[in-house]
């Protein structure tokens, strides 16, 4: 057990629920590795009572926290400062302690983006000059759009089944980076697109644990047409969606890394650090045996 002192740094998580998250065993495996006098724990909030927490969090020298669901939109109105593109974002899943204007609590950050750009590079895969398929128009894609602009993608589509939950994310991305790059298609048209040797960002439900044999498109010709795929889903670890890919002869990434290095960014602004690719692996290894033999309990 953890030797917990009078010393002991606490992070933690709020969100409703938070008794699957894997958070924990990131941060409290980071702070094992490293030797930090830091423990992190999961507190489940309930909606009318974010900001409530989030005040109580600084009065009780909380280092940081993280935001998961359903508070990463309306954590904001407790924060003191939010970084420039959380807030055009307009979500926030890390808070770090500040102090702005006199006034003290925390300040947002989006590492959600940060851990996508992260698991991109360890796969070697750039998004500069790149066409980008963004598949879904929910609080994931609204983040990864914004990471696909700044990291210079010449052009992204995003296909949803609503298109004015599409065409709102690109309207706000369009806006932010003063570019007209990113464009909405419903996802019936995914065919009418004419771009090829695009990268494929999955960021639907659609595939999820127990529906592993679902995919958003089924058509060989979509998979044949991309350069790479990624799948934010890591439940199932090898997505219907990967699998096509894989068909088709091209990589295929699951979300499992991206949620390794949202955690990751996290931990390094919370302590001004710097986590090598080494730790970074041995993480992942931890996360990998303790996710995968839980998926696996659940499937028998
Ligand atoms: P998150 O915030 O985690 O990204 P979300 O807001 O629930 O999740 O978004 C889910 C996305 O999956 C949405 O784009 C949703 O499409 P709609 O905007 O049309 O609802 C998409 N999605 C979920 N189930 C789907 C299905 N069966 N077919 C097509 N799209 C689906």
Redesign the pocket.
Known sequence: MKDIKGTTNVCCLIGNPVAHSISPLIHNTLAQLRGDDLVYVPFKVEENRVEEAVKGAYALNVLGMNVT?PHKQHVLQALVETDSIAQAIGAVNTLVRTTKDGISGYKGYNTDILGLERELEDVGVSLKDKEIVL????????AIAFLCVQKGASQVVIL???IS??NSIAVAVNQYFNQSIVKAMD?KDYDKMALNDYIAIQ????GLHPNND?V?ICDDQFYKNAAAGVD?IYNPSTTKFMKLMHKHGKPAYNGLKMLLYQGIAAYELWLNCTITKEMADKVYDVMEKNCFAAFRNEDK
């Open positions: 669901v598949l879904g128009a929910g609080g994931a894609a609204r949803n089944r609503t939950k599409a996802i960021t639907t439900s659609v679902d958003i934010i």
